[in-house]
């Protein structure tokens, strides 16, 4: 069946820091790829997306690039901010479902 | 348009109450979804529904019925609650057809604790 692994936490990086947390997914076919972001008590906000192979998502300066040679979706950001801090959760669409990633806290320091 | 909506926020049962878990959606979006969250464990899903009238179980099933008795509502009701039902909850929904993209939409969530 469908899985995603994503990179274990928590995540702690000094402001401006660079940021990576790679995601890695087992599917049939090629699924749509997502990143989702939960802030603190919150329910979850989609990040980005992309629907197929070299696709690029991107939004509030966050990256990831749908690899289908590598089965990977890794999200990036060149310079973090206090207010990233969040869990982020790698996800997969399968015919009617998410299949989610345990999820990734990242924790910003001033 | 207020999204997904859910009602409690917070609820504490005992050990074999019974209650229900609101969500309501006003996008008419034709499919709905029940996860729940636990620590370290990502969201796991319960119950979906694809419409009115149709409803499907999920991964984790066990000890949760579900209705869908109209568009914009979805309830999931505990009916012998179990200190192992002690999460979090989340309805989700998602417009999907042809062409659309079925990005979900999340609610505020319910934080439940079974004593």
């Known amino acids: 069946g469908d899985s995603v692994t994503q990179m274990e936490g928590p995540v702690t990086l000094s402001e401006e820091a660079f940021l990576t947390i790679n995601c890695t997914y087992t599917a049939t076919g090629y699924p749509s790829l997502f990143w989702y972001v939960q802030y603190p008590g919150e329910g979850l906000q989609l990040l980005l997306k992309a629907t197929k192979a070299d696709d690029k998502g991107s939004n509030k300066g966050f990256e990831a690039t749908y690899r289908k040679e590598t089965t990977s979706f890794h999200l990036e950001k060149g310079s973090v901010q206090v207010s990233d801090s969040a869990v982020y959760f790698c996800a997969l669409k399968g015919n009617y479902k998410l299949t989610f990633g345990k999820g990734t806290l990242l924790t910003v320091n001033p | 348009n207020a999204g997904v909506t859910q009602t409690p926020k917070f609820r504490i049962l005992k050990i074999g109450q019974s209650m229900t878990l609101q969500c309501t959606q006003d996008?008419?979006?034709?499919?709905m979804y029940w996860y729940r969250q636990d620590p370290g464990m990502g969201l796991k899903l319960i119950y979906y529904?694809?419409?009115?009238?149709?409803?499907d179980k999920g991964e984790v099933p066990n000890g949760y019925n579900v209705s869908r008795s109209t568009t914009e509502d979805f309830p999931l009701r505990l009916e012998l609650a179990a200190p192992s039902q002690t999460s979090v909850y989340f309805c989700?929904?998602?417009?999907?057809?042809?062409?659309?993209?079925?990005?979900?939409?999340f609610g505020p969530g319910t934080r439940l604790t079974v004593l």
């Open positions: 996008m008419n979006h034709n499919y």
């Open positions: 529904s694809v419409g009115a009238g149709i409803t």
């Open positions: 989700a929904s998602t417009l999907q057809g042809t062409g659309s993209y079925n990005e979900q939409f």
